[in-house]
């Protein structure tokens, strides 16, 4: 695989930086934390600093004095303090989230917390997100501190809320309990350039194995392959897989991609670690991301100049979920489960399915 794919976002660094966060900010009775003062006196007048907090709050009984909005002025290499009061009544608040938009890129899982030496088993859920298991799951009450990216002019967009079980980055929707409250971060002006598409290179799938254990779905979300049996905390992650024909109806497939939801079908077979088992998630079935493919009249030549994300617009949501026959030059137009439009390209192929065999490929997608 290539180096920017073993480079791509790291969700070992968000245990570390997010564990930090809850570690300095939070305890097991839900403690509530005053306005950050700046403790250097100015010699002139004896007068300390307060500094400003962007703060949001959810009050599930008295949402009369809710702040879903807060903003904030940053320059480039400093850091915006922010606070997030979360109360419910009824509800009780599992999993906290939080994703960052840089200048209107796309909402990426944030981790980008200062590190300390903490006990990283404690807080932290696999897929990012944060575990108040270890707060008072009814009031949450988090500071920290957040960093300006090196951006001339624009805007960072922080989003948070909580959940009642295993969310969704890109699906604040899921299992909700309290959000989505942004707290934005302008620099400059805060006007955002034209938004670019993200694009990743040299993406390799190997045909599934039985047991789960080759690198064989992809995670537009995070740049990043999996193997099938990297499930649970990963399963939402995952948009589509590889397959390479099969006995049965797939048998005249050849190199295929199908979405996650309806890749046992396509494949023929039940991969073993695709769907979760009765144990996981209180026995709460899975919501496997659904993907929609065809072959585009665009060329290869084509892909290569696409560069804004409005270049994409004109993908049309086909009815398939799985497209066959793949050849290498193949243009492929998709819109993922959340709206998203993108091209993939096939690259090179190594027909068969064995473990080792493959299909290589690049992606454009809006941010």
């Not at 769907?275 to 072959?295: C, Q, V």
Request: a negative charge; glycine letters at 8%; hydrophobic letters at 35%.
């Amino acid at each position: 695989m290539k180096k920017h794919m073993q480079n791509s976002l790291n969700f070992g660094l968000i245990v570390l930086a997010l564990t930090f966060f809850i570690t300095a900010c939070s305890a097991d009775e839900g403690s509530i934390f005053e306005t950050p003062q700046n403790t250097d006196q100015d010699s002139t007048d004896g007068m300390d600093d307060t500094i400003e907090v962007a703060t949001l709050i959810f009050n599930e009984a008295d949402p009369s004095k809710n702040v879903l909005i807060a903003e904030a002025n940053g320059e480039v290499g400093s850091k915006v303090q922010g606070r997030v009061i979360f109360t419910s009544s009824a509800t009780t608040q599992r999993r906290l989230y939080i994703t960052q938009n840089i200048a209107g890129s796309g909402d990426m899982p944030f981790n980008d917390f200062d590190l300390e030496d903490t006990d990283l088993t404690k807080v932290l859920k696999a897929d990012g997100s944060i575990d108040l298991d270890g707060a008072n799951k009814k009031e949450i009450d988090f500071t920290f501190e957040l960093p300006v990216p090196n951006i001339e002019n624009g805007s960072i967009v922080y989003s948070f809320w909580t959940t009642k079980g295993k969310g969704d980055f890109r699906d604040p929707t899921k299992r909700i309990a309290l959000g989505v409250g942004t707290i934005t971060v302008r620099v400059g002006a805060g006007n955002n350039p034209f938004a670019t598409v993200r694009k990743f290179e040299g993406v390799k799938l190997f045909a599934p194995d039985q047991f789960g254990k080759t690198e064989s779905f992809f995670s537009l979300l995070n740049e990043t392959v999996y193997k099938i049996n990297q499930g649970p905390e990963f399963r939402a992650f995952w948009d589509f897989g590889y397959y390479y024909g099969a006995s049965g109806s797939s048998a005249n497939d050849d190199a295929s991609f199908a979405s996650t939801n309806t890749y046992d079908a396509a494949f023929g077979f039940d991969v073993e670690g695709l769907k979760p088992s009765d144990a996981e998630e209180d026995m709460i079935e899975e919501t496997l991301n659904e993907m929609f493919f065809a072959i585009s009249s665009r060329s290869s030549s084509d892909f290569e100049g696409i560069t804004l994300a409005g270049d994409l617009d004109s993908i049309v949501k086909s009815s398939d979920q799985k497209i066959t026959n793949l050849m290498v030059g193949d243009v492929i137009e998709f819109v993922d489960n959340y709206g998203k439009k993108g091209l993939i390209k096939i690259t090179a192929i190594q027909a068969g399915f064995g473990n080792n065999d493959f299909v290589e490929f690049s992606v454009k997608i809006q941010p």
